[in-house]
């Protein structure tokens, strides 16, 4: 069957619950997913610097060849990738993807040293979001940033935080766009402390400090802070907790990141999407992956990430929500990472947009929970795989998985010389 005609047959079977699937698709590929550049090289950056170290809770895992060596293999790759995704994308750059000449410590960082993101982000016409790095250097050794005991320390990192909301500034007015800012650090400690008072007390007036910038301006600068529950190093306590995170942000007036992966092995996150936008204007998403710890594998299409979207949709909440990646898999091709795990996502946005939202909701209303629990059933088998081909085919990529072909071909050219 064609793609035309399966897609008629689809369209007139949801028709007859009142839903209009070319209203569905093109609002499923107007809404933005922003990529993240920490795919494309493992998690590693391209600093120019004397020294540093990896870690701080971040890890890749597999060998896989053909990771980006420098941000223009990284720009290439990414570019590739989109080119194999339907919808709108942008892409989030983490500061240690500084490119420079010289040696710029991360509290001397300034938009100069994205230029060439920028410069490329203009050509390819997406926008782009930032992400300071609290982690990878030598200051963040033991385990501790924003929150650490030391003033000096600490202080390097409030420069840093206030020097990323200037850059992001920066290319928000570049852009002509809001960029926005996601804030994760890695303090905490592998045993338990005596003390968990005194880095919760440190890091809420660091980041008070950092975010009391009068000079940036908070519709350009858009931030959000991201709780965790443990990583490497830091199992037994985490200073960011959920608790910090969402207190900090409903406190100070200031976005909550919720990631798929920094919760309870078995807790997921689509019931706390309700929850919090009850109190807040906007909460970002990183759309992850966890397999039994923060594992952060390749997103797939499976129920988690459908009731995300679901939650959003049912509480007509896409204004109120950024989408963000955070997957990173050393094991697999990085393109096909990028391009099963951005795919996944927006099959995701558009499933949820194709939900029977209001005629299950007046069986709800209506006691009627065999009718709304029948249909909520129906809906499993419903063809939504021919109005996702159409999506596709109306984005001008790949149906199916004809974008494998285009991956091992850019693989063959490109990544294996490296």
């Not at 000096?152 to 935080?161: C, D, L, M, T, V």
């Not at 952060?296 to 459908?306: A, E, G, Q, S, Y």
Request: one cysteine or more.
């Amino acid at each position: 069957m064609n793609i035309e005609k399966a897609y008629k047959t689809a369209k007139e079977q949801y028709a007859a619950f009142g839903i209009d699937t070319d209203a569905a698709i093109q609002k499923a590929l107007k809404l933005p997913i922003s990529l993240h550049c920490w795919q494309s090289d493992d998690v590693a950056g391209f600093e120019t610097k004397p020294e540093g170290l990896s870690g701080g809770g971040i890890m890749a895992t597999g060998n896989y060849p053909g990771r980006a060596r420098n941000g223009e293999e990284a720009r290439a790759d990414i570019a590739k990738a989109m080119s194999l995704i339907p919808g709108k994308q942008r892409v989030n750059v983490h500061a240690c993807y500084s490119e420079t000449k010289k040696f710029v410590d991360r509290d001397e960082m300034d938009a100069s040293c994205f230029k060439k993101w920028m410069d490329w982000a203009e050509s390819q016409k997406i926008c782009l979001d930032f992400n300071p790095t609290f982690f990878a250097h030598p200051k963040s050794q033991d385990g501790y940033t924003l929150s650490h005991q030391d003033d000096e320390i600490r202080a390097f990192w409030i420069r840093h935080g206030k020097a990323c909301r200037r850059i992001a500034q920066a290319m928000a007015e570049a852009q002509g766009s809001p960029c926005y800012v996601n804030w994760w650090t890695p303090d905490g400690s592998k045993e338990v402390p005596v003390d968990c008072w005194g880095p919760r007390a440190r890091m809420a007036a660091s980041y008070d400090t950092i975010m009391n910038d009068k000079s940036i301006d908070r519709k350009k600068c858009v931030d959000f802070i991201e709780s965790k529950l443990f990583g490497i190093g830091s199992e037994s306590y985490v200073v960011s907790s959920a608790e910090f995170c969402s207190d900090y942000a409903i406190s100070r007036k200031m976005g909550l990141c919720l990631d798929m992966g920094h919760f309870h092995p078995t807790e997921t996150i689509d019931g706390k999407i309700s929850s919090h936008l009850t109190f807040m204007d906007r909460i970002l998403l990183h759309v992850s992956r966890p397999v039994r710890w923060d594992s952060d594998h390749v997103v797939i299409f499976n129920d988690d990430l459908k009731n995300i979207f679901l939650e959003i949709q049912r509480g007509k909440a896409w204004d109120r929500v950024v989408l963000a990646l955070d997957f990173f898999d050393a094991s697999i091709n990085r393109i096909g990472a990028y391009v099963i795990g951005t795919r996944a996502a927006r099959k995701g946005i558009l499933c949820a947009l194709l939900d029977p939202t209001k005629p299950l909701q007046k069986y709800e209303a209506a006691g009627k929970n065999a009718q709304r629990l029948a249909m909520m059933e129906e809906f499993k088998s419903m063809p939504f795989g021919a109005v996702w081909d159409m999506l596709c085919e109306k984005a001008g990529v790949p149906v199916g998985m004809a974008w494998v072909a285009e991956m091992e071909k850019y693989e063959s050219k490109v990544q294996s010389g490296r």
